[in-house]
């Protein structure tokens, strides 16, 4: 072994524990992943190279993600991603000899005359991609999944529409209502308490789509604030062609809004920071409550259109 090999084991092997770990999650992720079941069965008869085999050739070792230019490789010919190739200390994962500064042209080739069907055929898209353009694809695929709109919990459902809706309604017990117009009243004791993680979720069904209205209570820099938005369940190009309105208030005060939804691909955390929707200030929000400072009692009068 050549002099400071025993130097590159050592740090091997404690990096092969992140690996590990890497390996774990991104297997998991693979196992219930639709394009992992889109390709497998493809070609592969008679001893011909096929398609899901130079696919498994194209799969980082390490991370298991595909890996895409540069591709690195070690003496031996063990190959790597870059981002791999950053964090194992210049140390082959698989064989430990030192990496240096290979690349893989030949896999970079192939990969280039490659096409494969995005990951969410199985959702609905029929695109076939070069291999290069497809991550970039499928970041923006409007048949992706969408991730559970529900706040407040870390929540890693993702389905489309339909299944997220039954979701929302079976497994977070969430408020549907039928209507463009709506009258929903707030009622909290203990308004002193601003916690982040006062929040409430409705679901509103009209024009045969779905629109979340959230309301929760949480500091803006200083400030204890409450603050309701609405947000579409479908992308961002379908919620611009709705607007919808907020009006709250109390002893001849109030406060109206009027604002687009947002699409529930922006997340939640996102909307709420951008201030994005009605906000009402604590004091504001207890005078309108009867100003006795026992309970927070808001009506939020709302109600959806769509524009011409
Ligand atoms: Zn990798
Ligand atoms: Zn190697
Ligand atoms: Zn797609
Ligand atoms: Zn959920």
């Not at 005359?113 to 497809?134: A, N, V």
């Not at 002193?192 to 006062?198: D, K, R, S």
């Not at 201030?275 to 009692?297: N, T, Y």
């Amino acid at each position: 072994m050549a002099p400071g090999g025993g130097i590159c084991k050592e740090v091997c092997e404690s990096r092969s524990a992140f690996a590990d770990y890497d390996v774990t999650t991104a297997n998991l992720e693979l196992r219930s992943s639709p394009f992992r079941k889109a390709t497998t069965g493809v070609g592969g008869k008679h001893g011909m190279p096929s398609t899901s085999g130079v696919h498994e050739l194209l799969e980082c070792p390490v991370c298991m993600d595909l890996m895409h230019p540069p591709i690195h490789q070690c003496p031996n010919g063990h190959t790597l991603c870059s981002n791999c190739k950053a964090r194992v200390h210049n140390c082959c994962p698989t064989c430990r000899f030192e990496l240096g500064n290979i690349r893989c042209l030949a896999l970079e080739k192939i990969a280039e005359s490659l096409e494969l069907p995005c990951r969410y055929q199985i959702f609905g898209c029929h695109d076939i991609f070069p291999y290069y353009s497809k991550l970039k694809h499928e970041q923006n695929c409007q048949f992706r999944p969408y991730s559970c709109p529900y706040a407040g919990a870390e929540c890693s459902v993702t389905g489309d529409i339909p299944l997220l809706v039954m979701h929302l309604k079976d497994d977070h017990k969430v408020d549907m209502h039928d209507g463009c117009t709506f009258n929903h009243r707030y009622v909290k004791s203990n308004p002193q308490e601003v916690e982040n993680a006062t929040w409430m979720l409705t679901v509103f069904n009209c024009f045969g789509r779905q629109f979340c209205l959230h309301f929760e209570a949480f500091h803006l820099g200083m400030a204890p604030v409450y603050m309701a938005f609405l947000r579409f369940m479908g992308d961002e190009n379908e919620a611009r062609k709705f607007s919808y309105s907020l009006e709250v208030g109390g002893y001849g005060r109030k406060l109206i809004w009027q604002g687009v939804p947002r699409s529930i691909r922006d997340s939640h955390k996102m909307v709420r920071d951008s201030q994005d929707g009605l906000v009402i200030q604590r004091k504001l929000a207890l005078f309108f409550s009867g100003g006795e400072r026992q309970q927070l009692k808001l009506k939020v009068a709302g109600r959806i259109w769509k524009e011409q």
